[in-house]
């Protein structure tokens, strides 16, 4: 076996009861759920909203959020004066610890249109514009976590001698349920399954990133390719969920991973066309409402995972198929993940529907369970991994010995079979020669019979022409013979005719000459 193959094995050989063992054993904890209200605009009027703070059974500070007569008790609720900085220190430090002890974690951002999820998720525009110039009091989550993630791996690199820790990530767009490569540039990615990583993007592009400022202009170069657009609820609308997947990868011997994976979730927001629709192009632009319509049906799809999530936990069916985004949110959700989400609330009056809707999702989400355990890979002993290698090339050659006897069967087998195709071909190529031999011999009698038929016909026909001819010339005969008589009688007429007028006349004249002697006499 070479070498090269040897290397291969040693990084892809896990020892499966232990894998199966830390599943079994890694701990479950819930999602944690934060609420953050966003501040009023001038001259807004602000709904039934309020903020109650009390004690726990245990003495603990607790926030409640109140609308209308609903209460909900999340893990914290922020309130509008509270800055980035609280924000992420009570939301996400402690993930970003977990990531760097090896544990996945999971930020998600959820909310109406316009509450404010990108400004958590990474600040306002001039964050990204100019992060380096920027006040750093604006920064959001992303900043303040590559921050945290470049701080701990520099002072590793100072305290561990040979330290190698680097960061890759990787920027991707949900948009119209189709996967976009914000960084690579390429669009309509797919997702493949993967035994040992779950749900991946096949052809994604892994940018290695040095520090926090390398990381924002990537977000720079990759939020170009984003899709937004000017809404009459929001003037910077992300039209699609973008990810952002920081991974703190340790690279182990012959080509061995050791990764862990933080990552940042800015969804799209919940639109209603009756309040939120294209300022460019009215709620008549064909292209917003499509885009609408694929945010609306992701989320509902997110919001139907969650709520099975809480209600069967991991045992029953979860519906992660049913869009690309609950797919790629499998693991946080269900998954080897520390999962937190921040629902932003917006507080005016006329969205008061949908920020319940948003809280009552908030709810259902904060009692799902997710599995923690951590993102490494068991490596046998060497000596005894480089045994196992021998006895597993020595099997697979005979398997391979074992495959060319079956092939060498199958191939006999192949030839029987095609002799014997061969003598039913030519067994029912002589029938077709028989059957085609009779048919002949029946259709040269057929016609045989036909053209003593067609030639006694032709004789019975002129027999009858023969027949009629005679008959025709009888009847001129009798015709010219009764022709002749009628001719004899009309002349014996006249001469009788002519007969009885000299009688006749005679017989005037012997009158006539009486008279004339009786008149003498007189």
């Not at 951002?109 to 001039?126: D, I, L, N, R, V």
């Not at 797919?190 to 994604?204: R, Y």
């Not at 951590?374 to 099997?395: C, Y």
Request: net charge neutral; proline share 2%.
């Amino acid at each position: 076996m070479s070498k090269q193959l040897k290397e291969v094995i040693k990084t892809k050989v896990v020892t499966a009861s232990k894998v199966v063992q830390a599943v079994k054993e890694a701990p479950t904890q819930a999602v944690a759920v934060f609420a953050r209200l966003k501040p009023l605009n001038k001259g807004e009027e602000r709904g039934e909203i309020k903020v109650r703070t009390q004690q726990s059974e245990k003495g603990e500070t607790e926030r409640a959020i109140s609308i209308k007569n609903l209460e909900f008790n999340l893990e914290w609720v922020f309130e509008e004066q509270e800055t980035q900085e609280q924000i992420y220190k009570v939301t996400t430090s402690d993930r970003v610890t977990d990531v760097l002890g090896g544990k996945n974690a999971t930020i998600l951002a959820y909310g109406q249109t316009g509450s404010g999820k990108t400004h958590t998720m990474f600040g306002p525009q001039e964050v990204l514009a100019d992060f380096m110039r920027c006040e750093a009091g604006q920064r959001g989550i992303v900043p303040r976590a590559c921050m945290q993630i470049f701080d701990s791996l520099a002072k590793d690199k100072e305290q561990k001698a040979g330290a190698r820790r680097f960061v890759r990530c990787t920027y991707i767009e949900v948009y119209n349920d189709r996967l976009n490569d914000l960084l690579g540039g390429q669009t309509d990615l797919k997702l493949q399954e993967s035994a040992g990583d779950g749900v991946i993007i096949s052809g994604v592009h892994e940018q290695e990133v040095n520090d926090t400022k390398t990381v924002m202009e990537a977000l720079v170069t990759g939020n170009s390719r984003r899709v937004v657009a000017a809404m009459k609820m929001n003037d910077r609308s992300s039209r699609g969920h973008a990810i952002l997947c920081l991974q703190v990868v340790e690279p182990g011997r012959l080509g061995a991973e050791k990764s862990t994976k933080l990552n940042l979730v800015d969804l799209a927001g919940m639109e209603s066309s009756k309040k939120s629709y294209a300022v460019e192009g009215a709620s008549n632009s064909p292209a917003r409402r499509e885009e609408a319509k694929n945010i609306n049906v992701s989320l509902y799809a997110l919001g139907s995972v969650i709520e099975k999530l809480s209600a069967a936990g991991q045992s029953g069916h979860i519906p992660y198929r049913n869009s690309k985004l609950t797919r790629l949110l499998q693991d946080a959700l269900g998954g080897n993940s520390r999962c937190v989400i921040v629902v932003t609330v917006r507080t005016e009056a006329q969205n008061v529907d949908e920020s319940i809707a948003t809280l009552r999702l908030a709810r259902r989400a904060a009692v799902v369970k997710t599995v923690s355990k951590e993102s490494t890979v068991t490596v046998k002993d060497p000596t005894k991994l480089f045994g196992e290698i021998n006895h597993l090339s020595t099997q697979l050659e005979r398997q391979q010995e074992a495959v060319l006897a079956l092939q060498a069967q199958l191939a006999q087998r192949d030839a029987m079979e095609a002799q014997v195709m061969e003598e039913r071909k030519a067994a029912v190529e002589r029938e077709a020669e028989l059957k085609a031999k009779q048919e002949a011999e029946r259709l040269a009698e057929e016609r045989k019979l036909e053209e003593e038929r067609r030639a006694k016909w032709e004789e019975e026909r002129k027999a009858e022409l023969k027949a009629a001819e005679d008959l025709r010339a009888t009847a001129e005969e009798a015709r010219k013979q009764a022709t002749e008589a009628v001719s004899r009688v009309e002349a014996a007429r006249k001469e009788e005719q002519a007969k009885a007028a000299e009688q006749a006349a005679e017989v005037r004249g012997e009158a006539l000459r009486n008279s004339s002697s009786e008149e003498f006499e007189l």
